[in-house]
């Protein structure tokens, strides 16, 4: 839903382009005051969002008394100029932060008020006094460093820093160190008020030149050279900028450190202690380990370390260490066993700090990168120009950028920490939906090529179809039917559960295309895939009306060069109207004569280029995308902001729900016999070893390979079991399906080839193993490959038995066939991460995407509409720093049309 502030700024922008006639609306302006206002307050957060829906509305009310055109340009201009935040709020002078502040900026001139309205006419509403507007607050105190050392030239090439000893801290920190309890007070944080953190948007010239520093060298870093920054380097940390990104994976909380005599059994915490012995024992098995008793002043501890030897040459006695993890009671005595440990900074103690936890590289010690960061941070963060005009920050409550920056590294307690984060998340979801909704205004300017059709035509080939569709798939259809009619191209997304019958939508925009002359071209992910629907598709189209001339054609990588040769022919020549294939489409040589309508299947497996390879194709052909993974729509509108959407959300009639079980590995052999049982009714099988990381990828065909002769010989021995995993070549993963589509294969063993869309509805099990690997949206796509014909269908999965989080997720599994809400489960159980990275195979863009959650989404959706309806090239002069962050998304993250 489009925010009521994008609304009355599409309805303002629509009056001044209609020469301000009061006709935007019908029956004016005023008269769609009161709706607005309803929903607007609704959307308002803060005192201010409520002042301004009221000052709105009375230039709104006044203006139809607004006589002369010159008025109402200017009042409509001042609305949209108040809406961006270019004109600032009616100030009252008494405002007491404003008055208490001797360099707060003087109040803004009050806007103009429109003039004197009629008698008739209702008068705009007194303003209510404005908040404080709050000066930017200081830079931050100079914090202490470590003493400055001239003898090193590059201080942070460690060598030994974890080997410290008391001594060494001492000289650090200068100050005479004894091993005893710490006292800790947790300082009491002042809840953050989030508007203080502003900084002054700085000139685009001042900006620029900011954003240029920032992305030299890490090398530019005092004391940081050559070995450091490949040290750095290695953590996909090359410039300061990235450096200012890489966020810490974990935080350790020191505000909340207990000492000993405060732990109980059970408990997990941190706890500081000295330690007074270090012991290399032998366990029962011959395994060494390391037993460490630790001394804190209160009580004493005793730490095992099973497995890393090497650790005997970081301990000395009198070492300082913090360690978090699991307290244990053994023989009366408190035990941890391989905690989280790390030396002790008393720079971190004595603050009390929430310290930051970062990933590290042989080499670079965690304190080294704290210090490191810490310099940048200091040096840097604020140096981020803001980009996000204020209109925006007011709006939606964030944070300024440069105290976000600083507090994801550094923060003053977990309070501060969200509110970067949601700053932070927000941006990433804002600047990113900028530059969607840039590149679609970019293809919408060049001409398309209209393609209409007739009423009677489609009647009659919606007549030839094997089954009435369903009102998804007709609503859908006249979506795509109104786009392709359109002299712009259509860039629709098709958002599908598997099953919910995408093929039928895309055989008819294709019997459309080619039944005016135009050609079609549609991309699959696999041959086998492509070979499906060449057979399905070419089937529908065929039987269309006229259709009996209609050259449908399969190109893939196995076809052969003769075809192949004929077939780049016929499309040149334009006597082929249909092409269905693989990445093979979009390989030199291929050109058509007349494309108009281009289909992607499953379009996440494809990147960018190969997308835009089949686009270019064509002279700006319609594009349709389609995807059988659900998406939360709310994320959706996001993620393919530069995309129409269209949802089936209906399944066919008569589909059974498939029944889907989680078993203990234990209960296999019994898996194994109910798949027996289905076998000797004739049915068929699938059993899915899934392929999990490309680092797994030889394990995990390697799994399916040996559980492949396995089942062959000893459990499925009566039947034939085929193999299909993703090294084999394209003819022999294609020898296998097509057997196991005429069923002389029963039961197919298989990696996660088989995620995309095979169709053998005499398929009726499929048994995952390890499907707590998996998303849920994954593991439904998988289970969509049996349900598909007449027989009752069953899911199988198995889990370790230990993992309890992910047992919960799959129980939803168990529970709902509604792919939708699978998604929405999996992105409140596991954050968006997964969700994100859909878009495109290359994973996921979001860096914080386990941070953004739904609000932030709606929030950065609508603020994002709401400038780019006002200012869509961002000229505007305080959107210039914003079109700046946004062309570097659209160049780093390329040119993601789909
Ligand atoms: P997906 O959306 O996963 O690509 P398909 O297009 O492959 O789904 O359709 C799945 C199955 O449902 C196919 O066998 C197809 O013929 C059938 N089907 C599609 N639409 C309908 C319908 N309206 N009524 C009955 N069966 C349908
Ligand atoms: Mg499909």
Excluded at 246 to 261: A, H, I, Q, S, V
Excluded at 620 to 636: F, G, K, S
């Amino acid at each position: 839903m489009p925010s009521a502030l994008e609304t009355l700024v599409k309805i303002l922008k629509l009056e001044q382009d209609t020469g301000y006639k009061n006709t935007a609306v019908i029956g004016g302006l005023q008269s769609y005051a009161g709706n607005w206002q309803r929903e607007a307050h609704q959307q308002a957060k803060r005192p201010e969002h409520h002042q301004l829906v009221d000052e709105l509305i009375g230039y709104l009310e006044a203006y139809p008394s607004l006589e002369a055109t010159e008025a109402r340009h200017d009042a409509i201009k001042h609305m949209l100029g108040r809406i961006m935040g270019r004109i600032p709020g009616p100030t009252v002078a008494t405002s007491t932060l404003a008055s208490a502040s001797p360099d707060a900026a003087p109040p803004p001139p009050l806007p103009p008020a429109p003039p004197p309205p009629t008698a008739s006419a209702q008068t705009p509403p007194p303003r209510p006094s404005a908040p404080p507007r709050t000066p930017p607050s200081p830079p931050p105190a100079p914090r202490s460093r470590r003493k400055p050392d001239p003898d090193e030239d590059e201080l942070f090439e460690d060598s030994g820093e974890e080997l410290e000893t008391s001594e060494d801290i001492e000289d650090l920190f200068g100050v005479e160190f004894r091993p005893v309890a710490p006292h800790i007070e947790t300082p009491a944080v002042p809840p953050v008020s989030p508007r203080r953190t502003r900084q002054e948007m700085p000139s685009l010239a001042d900006a620029v030149r900011h954003m240029q520093e920032l992305r030299v060298s890490t090398t530019q870093l005092h004391k940081v050279g050559k070995i450091m920054a490949e040290k750095l380097q290695k953590l996909g940390i090359e410039t300061i900028e990235e450096m200012i990104y890489t966020f810490p994976r974990r935080f350790d909380d020191y505000t909340r450190m207990r000492t000993l005599n405060q732990v109980q059994q059970g408990e997990v915490v941190t706890v500081a202690a000295a330690v007074e012995s270090i012991v290399r024992k032998q366990g029962k098995g011959g395994q060494p380990y390391l037993l460490l008793t630790l001394d804190d002043g209160t009580n004493c501890l005793q730490v095992t370390f099973f497995g890393q030897p090497w650790l005997q040459r970081q301990f000395k006695r009198d070492s300082q260490l913090v360690l978090s993890g699991k307290v244990d009671l053994f023989r009366g005595q408190l035990m941890m066993t391989n905690p989280e440990w790390e030396l002790l900074e008393r720079e971190n103690l004595h603050t009390g700090r929430i310290v930051p936890v970062y990933h590290l590289t042989k080499g670079l010690s965690a304190r080294t990168m704290r210090r490191l960061m810490r310099q940048v941070v200091d040096e840097w963060g604020r140096k981020v120009p803001e980009y996000l005009p204020d209109s925006v920050l007011d709006r939606s409550d964030l944070v300024g950028l440069g105290w976000a920056l600083e507090q994801m590294h550094f923060p003053d307690s977990f309070d501060a920490l969200n509110y970067a984060r949601a700053r932070l998340g927000f941006d990433e979801l804002f600047t990113f939906q900028m530059a969607m909704l840039s590149f679609r205004r970019e293809w919408q300017i060049v001409p398309g090529q209209p393609i209409g059709v007739e009423d009677w035509w489609l009647d009659q080939f919606f007549g030839t179809l094997p089954f009435p569709l369903t009102n998804a798939q007709q609503r859908v259809i006249s979506e795509i039917r109104a786009d392709m009619a359109k002299p712009v191209a259509m860039n629709r997304l098709l958002q599908g559960d598997v099953g919910s019958g995408k093929t039928v939508v895309a055989a008819t925009a294709m019997a459309i295309a080619a039944s005016q002359g135009k050609q079609a071209a549609l991309m699959a992910p696999t041959s086998i895939l492509a070979e499906q629907h060449a057979r399905s598709i070419g089937n529908l189209l065929r039987s269309a009306p006229g259709g009996e001339h209609i050259q449908v054609r399969l190109l893939t990588g196995n076809t052969s060069d003769d075809e192949r040769n004929e077939i780049l022919r016929g499309l040149a020549e334009g006597w082929i109207q249909v092409v269905i294939g693989t990445h093979a489409l979009i390989q030199q040589g291929v050109n058509f004569q007349n494309l108009g309508l281009v289909v992607i299947d499953e379009q996440h497996r494809f990147g960018v280029e190969q997308r835009a390879g089949l686009r270019g194709k064509g002279t700006n052909p319609h594009v349709l995308v389609m995807t059988a993974t659900p998406i939360p729509r709310t994320l959706a509108l996001t993620v393919y902001a530069d995309l129409d959407l269209s949802i089936i959300d209906e399944m066919p009639a008569g589909r059974a729900p498939i029944e889907t079980r989680i078993i203990d590995p234990v209960q296999r052999e019994r898996a194994y016999s109910f798949i027996r049982s289905q076998l000797a009714q004739g049915r068929q099988v699938f059993i899915v070893y899934p392929l999990v990381e490309t680092s797994e990828a030889l394990d995990e065909v390697g799994a399916a390979v040996d559980a492949f002769s396995w089942l062959q010989k000893e459990v499925f021995s009566s039947y034939k079991v085929g193999l299909l995993h993703g090294r084999m070549k394209p003819a022999e993963k294609e020898a296998v399906m097509a057997a196991f589509s005429s069923n002389q294969i029963q039961v197919l063993v298989s990696t996660s080839v088989i995620e995309v869309g095979i169709d053998v509805p005499n398929a009726t099990v499929i048994l995952i193993e390890n499907a707590e690997r998996f998303g849920l949206a994954q593991l439904h796509q998988f289970r969509g490959r049996v349900g598909r014909g007449e027989y009752k269908s069953y899911c199988l999965l198995t889990t370790s038995a230990d993992n309890l989080e992910a047992e919960q997720r799959l129980k939803a599994l168990e529970e709902t066939m509604d792919g939708f809400k699978l998604a929405e489960i999996d992105w409140n159980m596991r954050g968006s991460g997964d969700l994100l990275g859909l878009r495109q195979s290359g994973g996921s863009q979001f860096r914080l995407a386990e941070w953004i959650t739904p609000s932030l989404v709606e929030l950065a959706q609508r603020e994002a509409r709401t400038v780019y309806a006002e200012d869509p090239d961002l000229s505007q002069p305080e959107h210039l720093i914003l079109a700046q962050r946004v062309q570097i998304v659209l160049e780093s993250r390329g040119a993601d049309v789909s």
